[in-house]
């Protein structure tokens, strides 16, 4: 058995993470996969959850935006 050191492991269709936040990061990319990004762009602005520094379809860049997350660019 191999360990993983990462947030989130994808092996086929098993999808694992390593705690609260990670369960977070981890809700976001399944839906990136099962649905499309734009919708993971929504729902991330809505929860306003930015850990990792990564934003989904750019929507940080919209006005609707937390103000620290449109100063990134």
């Known amino acids: 058995m191999e360990v993983v050191e990462d947030r989130i492991v994808r092996d086929g269709n098993i999808w694992t993470s390593a705690g609260i936040s990670a369960g977070l990061d981890l809700a976001l990319a399944f839906l990136e996969y099962t649905a499309d990004e734009k919708t993971v762009g929504k729902i991330q602005l809505g929860a306003e959850y930015y850990p ?22």
């Open 52 to 73: 990792s520094g990564k934003s989904y379809c750019n929507m940080h860049k919209i006005l609707q935006a937390p103000e620290y997350l449109r100063k990134r660019d």
